[in-house]
Structure formats: structure tokens, C-alpha cells
């Protein structure tokens, strides 16, 4: 026990020598927090603030345009700029000077509402209102509004365009039926005789309380994720300062000396469990404190703090585990640095962190299911999101436990064998 | 005291012997001089004797105990003094030696106070709550000797302790090894200093490619040597002039 605390001390006057890297270790985690919660937060906001500038090309000139630039308009999202030409709006896109150029085809006016007059007097002389025209037989050419956008747009956007664009065709194309109906039916316009608003619309509950507030916010997703992201980080310093003890000629008199590896490894488990900790606790204030002043949505932690500790205790016993077992087998900070930074992405990929594991192909979804920060994640958020208890986090918690085990184990067998004299 | 019989090490990818059937005994209380050229053996043989790494046949014995069986009781038997300064240059002196004192088990007062006597011996008292990396060669070698004999081991190896130091420096070190060496600790030393070992140690063992060529007090050396009247002429005469640069 004596040299298990002696080790952990001198971990700790390690640490506190390096106060650059200290600092480094504290508060790079914290503003990565900030940073990626105020540009997802902000995101839509900014948008919204500071209109996209888009292209229009208007070949029509008609009503259906005019409705369509209209709406664009009160969209609020985009700024629109007339152009003339279909391939001068092509270029400035392919250039980057716009995210979008939208082509409103030529006869779109004419050509939409003769085919609703095609359809509306096709039904109606089905049931015997109005004789068949003419226009029953007539060939209609469908329309396309083409929509260019620029290569180095992001598919989220592209999609998100998409949609809008989308559903603000299918109101016009509908009014515009309804309207039709009513003309035929010889109705006054100006009185409308169909309720052209949405019939169905859709309003968000949170599951286990039937109610629209607490629903999770940007600061409840960003912090358990990014928290996390940083506790396994950790596994960088750690196993940078193993590689270190190995160049300074340290770990060889360690070797020559009575003690086990595994006190050894227990006196680095001490001291950055409790770093992972400390970088967590600042996490938490960061969201509770600071992010209203920075006009983010403040973390609501009521109620949940020793379960979020208990979680964050567990999180930092496997990154801790991926460190010694990195710092064991690395020979130098050119093997540990590179493998730890893009390890630790790559699991935070495959964990969930950025894109979500529903939205993963399958195979990845059965990978994510291996990584630590997943069961990390899904921890985190049964604790921030959820609202559980302390045994609906046992799993996750007991498999974070047995990663630390077996990578900590690996580790000590693997310089048992290494070194076996 | 220390045993070695027919110790043979060949490294991985290595096309020669590092040591090759290496038969030595070395006595209670000796200072025993290990000299040799570049790449001779020297290291390995150390390294061997502390348990750091494998010999690929052969056996030894410290005391009567080996690593198969003993291994605990064998590390707090011997103490090392590497080549390198095996220091954490961010930490002090003091905590240094705190942390690998404690690491053979000694704790209290008396150990505390034992870090602050062999500091003054060695002339560092002023210097204990210094970091190691402002140290000077000779002080990190210094600071090096005394991480290796806290715990009073009965056996100690010294890989080149004296090399890169001011003349203060490797006086000191030699004056307070032969203090340790009057209260009972056998010491194994390495060298490349032919007139310091000259001076220093008791018994003498020359070895070349692997294999000892010869063995005596450094007296007996220089006297079967026809016109030699140095341990340095002895060694010149018995592993020849060429260099020996390898990689």
C-alpha cells in the first residue's frame, strides 16, 4: 500500500511540474465544450440572423414563380439574387461565390396550372359535374426545378435546402388545386371554400413526463458527449509519460527494483482518475455556469450529479486502461502520440459522438456496440436525458469496469512477457 | 557471493554471442572491476545479473538465490547504478531518491533522514529540493549512486559510474563507494577508466567478445604482462589496439 501511495505521489509531483501541460490537460477540454456547443447551438440561429445568399434564375415569370421567390423570401434563410442566365448562375456556384442556385423552369405557371385543370376536370366529369374536355387528352410535360449547389456544400445543408424546398412546392401545388376545385366549382376566390392550413401537425413530449418542457437541449447533448471525448483523452498524457519513464532510463531501474508493474500502473490509475474527474466536474460548472452568460442553454444537473460522477468514475477507469496498455507497448511518443490522438477519434466515432449510432450503416451500429465511449454515451445520456436510476446504468458501468480490467491486465502480461527474466 | 556458470546471451537478430559460456565467481566484500572494450559484453552482463534481461542459457546465483526462485527477495538484495541517470529530471533530488528509496520498501523517519545524510556525504545538501535537470553531469551522477544504495544492498552494480564527471565528482563517488565497500557491499563495476580501476578494485576480470580472457587483482595482471607496469598496458596487450565501433 506504501509504495502504491508513493507511486501516485510521485505521479502527482509529475503532473504538477508540467503546469503548461497541466493547464492543457484542463482547459483545452473545456474550451473543445464551448467551441462545439456554440457553433451547434448557434448554427440554426446564425442562419437565420444572417441570410444564406442564393441564386434565381426565374424562367417563368408567373405566378407559381412569383409565389415560390415570395416564399423564399419569407423563408428568412436566404438572401435572393436575380440572375438571368441558367449558366452564368451555374459558374458562380461551381466557384463557390453561392452555396445554391435555384432554376424555376420555363411555362411553369402555364404548364402547373394545365395540368391541375387537366386533373380537377378529369375528376369532376368522373363524377358527372363537368363533360370531358379536351384537355383530358392533352400531354403535359412534367417540370423540374434544378437546384445547384456548390461542391464543397455539406450534404446536412444540401438536405436541409432540399426538404424546404420540397414542402414549399407541394403547399404551392396543393393551394393551387384547391383553388382550381373552387374555380370550377364556380365559387368566388376571394371566399375560399377549403381550409388550406395543415390539417396535422406535430408537437414534441418528452416520453416519461407527457410534457413539452425539459426537453433536452443542445448543452445536454454536447456535455455528456464531449465530456467523454476528453476523458479518453486522457490515454494521450498517460501514455506519453510511460513512454517518457522508458527514455529516461526510469523504468529500468523500476524494473530492477522489488515492486510489481501492476503497483505501478495502480499509482498512474490514481492520479489520472482523479485529472478525468477534476476535467469533469469542470465540465459540469462550464455548462451550468458559463453557458448561460455565453447565451447557450444552461445544463440542467439537478438531482443527477452523483450519478453523473459515478459514470464519469467508470468512463475514466477505461480510458485509463487504454492508456497504460498504449504506454506499455509504445516505444516512443512518435508510436503513443499519433496511434493515442486518432484512437481516441476513431472510437468517438464509432461511439457515437458525432454522427448517432441509429443513423450508422449496420455493421458500424454492431461496432459502436465495442467501443467504451458508447456504453460511456448511452450512460451519460440514461443519466442527463433519460432521468434513470442507479441500476439501469449497472451494464454500461460494469462493462467500462471489465474494459479497464482486461486492457490493464493485457498491459501487465504483456511486460510480464516483454521482460520476463 | 555471486555465481556464474557457463552464461552464454545471444540477442534477437544478433549473428554473434554477446556472451558466450562466461564462468565467474566473485567474492564476498570484493571490488570487482568488469573491463573491456566497446561492445565486449560488459552491459549485458549487468544487465543480466539485476534481472533485466534473459540469458539465453547458463545460470547464476546472488547469494545463493536466483530470479526463477527469489526474484523479490533478489531485487532487494542487489542495488543498480545505470549507465544512464534513470532520474526524473522534473522532479528534485530528494524526491527522486523519496520515491525509489520507497520503492525497496523504506518509509519513515529514519529513511527520510538516511536521504538527507547521503545527500550531505555526497556534497548535494544544498541541493535536494533542486530539480534534477539543472543538475550538472557529476551532480545526476551523484543523485544516480545514492538511488541505488538506500536500501543498503548487499551487492551493487555500477555500469560506468564515474564516466562524463568532473575529477570532484568521480573522487567523491570513488571515496564513498570504498566507505560502502568497508561496511560489507560487494560492488561489480564497469569502467572504461583503466587507472581508476587500477586503484579501485580488488580483483579484476578482463572480458572480450563475449569471453573473460583473464581474471586476478590487478597487481597479479600487471605483473604477468612482460614490461607492463599499468592495468591499461595489460588491457592494450590483451584485446589489441583496433577499434571497436559497433552498432
Redesign the interface.
Given at each position: 500500500m506504501h509504495k502504491l501511495l508513493v507511486s501516485a505521489q510521485k505521479e502527482f509531483w509529475l503532473l504538477t511540474r508540467d503546469l503548461g501541460g497541466l493547464a492543457v490537460l484542463f482547459l483545452m477540454p473545456l474550451l473543445l465544450v464551448i467551441t462545439i456547443t456554440l457553433i451547434q447551438d448557434n448554427t440554426f440561429k446564425s442562419i437565420q440572423e444572417n441570410k444564406i445568399p442564393i441564386l434565381l434564375v426565374d424562367l417563368d415569370k408567373g405566378e407559381v414563380s412569383n409565389l415560390i421567390t415570395n416564399n423564399l423570401k419569407e423563408s428568412s434563410l436566404f438572401e435572393i439574387v436575380d440572375e438571368s442566365n441558367e449558366t452564368s448562375a451555374q459558374d458562380l456556384v461551381q466557384k463557390g461565390d453561392y452555396q445554391l442556385a435555384i432554376i424555376l423552369p420555363k411555362n411553369l405557371t402555364k404548364d402547373l396550372n394545365l395540368k391541375i385543370d387537366q386533373n380537377v376536370t378529369g375528376i369532376l366529369a368522373e363524377f358527372g359535374v363537368e363533360e370531358k374536355s379536351e384537355l383530358s387528352n392533352l400531354k403535359i410535360e412534367k417540370k423540374e426545378i434544378r437546384l445547384y449547389f456548390d461542391p464543397a456544400t455539406q450534404r446536412s445543408f444540401k438536405s436541409s435546402v432540399k426538404n424546404n424546398i420540397d414542402k414549399m412546392i407541394s403547399k404551392i401545388e396543393s393551394q393551387s388545386i384547391y383553388k382550381a376545385f373552387q374555380e370550377e366549382l364556380g365559387e368566388e376566390s376571394s371566399e375560399p371554400i377549403f381550409d388550406m392550413e395543415s390539417f396535422i401537425s406535430f408537437n414534441e413530449i418528452v416520453p416519461n413526463t407527457d410534457k413539452q418542457e425539459g426537453i433536452p437541449n443542445s448543452t445536454q447533448h454536447n456535455i455528456p458527449a464531449w465530456s467523454l471525448f476528453a476523458i479518453f483523452f486522457i490515454m494521450l498524457p498517460l501514455s506519453i509519460n510511460m513512454v517518457n519513464e522508458k527514455n529516461q532510463g526510469t523504468f529500468i531501474r523500476l524494473r530492477t527494483q522489488p515492486i510489481p508493474y501492476a503497483t505501478v500502473l495502480g499509482g498512474k490509475t490514481l492520479v489520472f482518475l482523479v485529472v478525468s474527474l477534476i476535467q469533469f466536474i469542470l465540465m459540469l460548472v462550464l455548462g451550468v455556469y458559463l453557458f448561460p452568460v455565453l447565451g447557450l442553454p444552461k445544463l440542467d444537473v439537478t438531482g443527477r450529479i452523483p450519478l453523473l460522477l459515478i459514470v464519469a468514475f467508470f468512463a475514466g477507469l477505461a480510458a485509463i486502461g487504454l492508456g497504460l496498455l498504449l504506454g506499455t507497448i509504445a516505444k516512443s511518443q512518435e508510436q503513443s502520440a499519433p496511434f493515442g490522438a486518432t484512437f481516441v477519434v476513431i472510437l468517438a466515432a464509432i461511439g457515437g459522438v458525432w454522427v448517432p449510432v441509429f443513423a450508422m450503416p449496420a455493421f458500424m451500429q454492431t461496432l459502436s456496440k465495442l467501443s467504451p465511449m458508447n456504453w460511456g454515451l448511452n450512460a451519460f445520456y440514461d443519466v442527463f436525458l433519460r432521468n434513470v436510476g442507479f441500476s439501469e446504468i449497472i451494464p454500461e458501468i460494469s462493462s467500462l469496469l471489465l474494459f479497464f480490467i482486461v486492457t490493464t491486465a493485457i498491459a501487465i502480461i504483456y511486460n510480464q512477457r516483454k521482460n520476463a527474466v | 557471493m555471486i555465481q556464474i556458470e557457463q552464461l552464454s546471451k545471444k540477442y534477437k537478430n544478433a549473428d554473434h554471442f554477446s556472451l558466450l559460456d562466461l564462468d565467474l565467481k566473485i567474492s564476498s566484500g570484493e571490488i570487482f572491476g568488469l573491463l573491456g572494450p566497446n561492445g565486449a559484453g560488459k552491459t549485458t552482463l549487468i544487465s543480466?545479473l539485476?534481472?533485466?534481461?534473459?540469458p539465453t542459457s547458463g545460470t547464476f546465483t546472488i547469494d545463493g538465490l536466483d530470479?526463477a526462485s527469489a526474484?523479490?527477495k533478489l531485487?532487494?538484495l542487489?542495488g543498480?547504478v545505470?549507465q544512464?541517470?534513470?532520474?526524473?529530471?522534473?522532479?528534485t533530488a530528494y524526491?527522486n531518491l523519496?520515491?525509489?528509496g520507497?520503492?525497496?520498501?523504506l518509509?519513515g523517519k529514519i529513511f527520510k533522514e538516511s536521504i538527507d545524510k547521503h545527500l550531505d556525504i555526497l556534497g548535494l545538501h544544498k541541493f535536494g529540493d533542486k530539480?534534477v535537470k539543472s543538475f550538472s553531469g557529476g551532480m545526476k551522477r551523484r543523485v544516480n549512486l545514492i538511488?541505488?544504495i538506500l536500501h543498503q544492498p548487499k551487492v551493487l552494480f555500477l555500469d560506468e559510474p564515474t564516466v562524463g564527471v568532473d575529477v570532484q565528482s568521480k573522487t567523491a563517488i570513488i571515496d564513498y563507494l570504498r566507505e560502502l565497500n568497508a561496511k560489507g557491499t560487494t560492488i561489480v563495476y564497469t569502467s572504461h577508466h583503466l587507472n581508476e580501476a587500477e586503484l579501485f578494485c580488488t580483483n579484476v576480470g578482463i572480458i572480450d567478445h563475449g569471453q573473460l580472457i583473464c581474471l586476478g587483482t590487478p597487481k597479479e595482471l600487471i605483473q604477468k604482462e612482460e614490461g607492463a607496469k599499468h592495468l591499461e598496458e595489460v588491457f592494450l596487450s590483451l584485446t589489441g589496439k583496433a577499434l571497436r565501433d559497433y552498432a
Open positions: - | 543480466i539485476c534481472g533485466l534481461i534473459k530470479f526474484k523479490k531485487k532487494q542487489i543498480i545505470p544512464e541517470y534513470a532520474l526524473y529530471p522534473s522532479l524526491e523519496y520515491y525509489f520507497s520503492m525497496y520498501g518509509k530539480k538511488a541505488g
